[in-house]
């Protein structure tokens, strides 16, 4: 009598998966670094104006020269160089076949859940403290989005993160959902910010 197939010790991504990771990874990264050299020019030259500052609410500036900009004591873009780097290596190595065990998986979510509650915290500050946008930074908070929900999503079809049964069926068949969800509700906080500047 032959006992029962145990829990896989490693799980590896498919190719799509690897992708949306390594394409993430490379948004958040240029993102990040495109911000990291408006911000040094920025403190040569306080009267910089950096170039995607286009209208009073578009206006990546302002952002900079707030305190939110630095929430650790330093420049958080720095914090993106490192994290969405460390996206790339992940996705990258599953593309060459890797597969990682589930200690590293859960680690690597709680990186990413850091990071959309991180990026959550920037977005209200930045609308309703702030009062301005980056479009840097919104493509950095698009590519956290889709990173965040996609892993959790892989995660829990994986059984590497606990869920009901429907649940998990759900993410199988729907799993653009969540993502399109929160996206879709960040882009209507946004609308209805600034609608009058919007609809003037």
Sequence with gaps: MTSAPGPR???GGGRAFAVLLV????AGLLASWVITLDKFKLLQDPDFTPGCSLNPVLTCGSVMKSEQASAFGFPNPMLGLVAYGIVIC???SLLAGAAFPRWYWLAFEAGCLFGIGFVSWLQFE?????????LWCCLAWLATI???WSLTSFLVR???????GPVRNFLAEFGWV??????GIVGMLILTRWWDFWTS
């Design 9 to 11: 010790r490693t799980v």
């Design 158 to 164: 994986h059984g590497l993160l606990p869920a009901p």
């Design 23 to 26: 394409l993430t990874g490379a």
């Design 126 to 134: 930045s609308l309703y403290r702030i009062n301005a946008l980056c």
């Design 178 to 183: 969540p993502p399109l969800l929160h996206i």
């Design 90 to 92: 992940v996705g990258a």
């Design 146 to 148: 889709l990173l965040f």
